[in-house]
């Protein structure tokens, strides 16, 4: 009786505290991996970008900044844009908030980085060496979508090289 | 028996059958539990339960994996340049609450010959346009180390969750059942790399999942998608075409933290400092 009825027991609380399917695959609930797997993906590709932004698009994937994310300075593409909809506005910094978007990156800290993997600059110093006023933003030298473009264009027209 | 009988109050009669009452609680306490653990495991299989233990010694293999893919992340500190956009790009995927974080930049300023100055501001969301307050000396070292979950082949919050609420997967990601957790907080305190925090709008464990619905739909996660420098990389360390692969095939100093836990973590650094814990 007793040996049955715990059986008995054991079967109701086994019902009772295991969720469906659990051991299938190991000691969880094969649910949980599905439901985690179809979390909405936030922070889109560029891809997702281009249909409706072909020409900031195209310059973008020919400059220097090719491999970032539109959302690194653009915010959630999931915020602006579902099921074919747009549904909210993206942020572009700009004036400072520019700068300092740039100079998160860009910024020459005591870091010991290669130069092949990031231009760093220290501000100030930059614009000295290059005579520029001081309270010039980046994007009146740089076009941020691709940095050197006018950089480029402007050597071009003077007749000095890239390295010049 | 004689003390049993007198605290007892009864007779030698009434001491016989408190013993043979207590016998039968514990006979039925014992049955219960071994029946109950058994009633649990069944499920499992025995074969389950054996391969599962041999891929856990073996580091993560594959024996368990219907995908045959054996996922690691690689940060290579050498690029890292502490700008916090992975931690930007991984608050804006998940909406993680302030002041909690799934992933971080750690900064290490060395002084002299041994003085190490650690700190993470935000979590590093905001950079480090600042030396900190703590070191107004000449650094004579400065270094990044973003940090993350660990993914171990042995994880310590597996291991201590009572209701089987953290798990690890066939593809070897540890995940959180949201549905199952209690809110008790034992893995929070289990973790050796501090990768996981109770969230305050749900009171369930949360924590990095190497981007596993970004991963299932064949993207990356959104850290290695965002950083600048490639200083965050993922992959199948079994693809020859991956560039994990190709770099953890290399003889370079490749380190894991904290290796004497025995979690067996599939987080790799390339170029991590001493310094660093």
Not at chain 1, 97 to 113: F, I, K, P, Y
Not at chain 2, 17 to 23: M, N, S, V
Not at chain 2, 36 to 50: C, E, H, Q, W, Y
Not at chain 2, 228 to 233: F, I, L, S, V
Request: hydrophobic residues 35%; neutral net charge; glycine residues 12%.
């Amino acid at each position: 009786m007793s040996i049955l009825g715990l059986i008995l027991l054991g079967i109701v609380a086994r019902l009772v505290l295991l969720p469906e399917g659990y051991g299938s695959e190991g000691l969880y609930r094969p649910g949980a991996v599905q439901e985690e797997a179809v979390r909405a993906v936030r922070v889109q590709e560029n891809d997702s970008c281009r249909p409706c932004h072909p020409l900031i698009g195209k310059l973008h994937e020919q400059g220097e900044h090719k491999a970032l994310l539109c959302e690194n300075c653009h915010a959630v593409g999931g915020d602006h844009f579902l099921n074919d909809m747009v549904i909210g506005g993206m942020s572009s910094p700009c004036g400072e908030a520019l700068d300092g978007s740039c100079m998160r990156c860009h910024r020459q800290m005591d870091v010991a980085v290669d130069p092949e993997i990031i231009k760093l600059i220290k501000g100030p110093d930059h614009l000295d060496k290059l005579r520029v006023r001081s309270d010039h933003d980046c994007d009146q030298c740089h076009h941020v979508h691709a940095p050197l473009k006018w950089v480029r264009e402007a050597r071009a027209m003077v007749g000095v090289s890239d390295g010049g | 028996m004689a003390a049993r009988t007198a605290s007892g109050g009864n007779g030698p009669e009434g001491g016989r059958d408190a013993d043979l009452r207590r016998r039968g609680f514990l006979r039925l306490v014992l049955s219960g539990a071994v029946g109950g653990s058994l009633l649990l495991v069944i499920p499992m299989g025995a074969a389950r339960l054996l391969s599962g233990a041999q891929e856990d010694e073996e580091g993560g293999g594959t024996s368990n994996n219907p995908a045959g893919r054996r996922y690691v992340f690689v940060v290579d500190v050498t690029r890292c340049i502490g700008c916090g956009t992975c931690c930007v790009a991984d608050r804006n995927e998940f909406m993680v609450p302030d002041g909690y974080y799934r992933t971080w930049v750690e900064r290490y300023v060395i002084e002299g010959l041994d003085e190490v100055h650690v700190d993470s501001p935000q979590g590093g969301l905001n950079g480090f346009a600042q030396l900190p307050e703590a070191c107004p000396g000449v650094a004579r070292d400065l270094f990044f180390v973003p940090k993350l979950c660990n993914m171990c082949a042995r994880p310590s919050c597996v291991q201590v969750c009572p209701v089987g609420a953290t798990f690890r997967s066939r593809e070897g990601f540890v995940l959180v059942d949201a549905k199952r957790c209690v809110g008790c907080a034992y893995c929070v305190e289990a973790c050796p790399y501090s990768a996981r925090f109770l969230h305050p709008l749900h009171k369930t464990a949360s924590k990095c999942t190497w981007c596993f619905h970004r991963v299932h739909k064949g993207l990356e996660p959104v850290c290695v998608r965002a950083c600048p420098t490639g200083a965050r990389m993922f992959g199948d360390l079994d693809d020859p075409d991956s560039e994990v692969g190709r770099l953890l095939s290399r003889p370079e100093a490749v380190a894991v933290l904290k290796p004497e836990m025995g979690n067996k973590p599939s987080l790799y650094y390339l170029g991590l400092r001493r310094e660093v814990i």
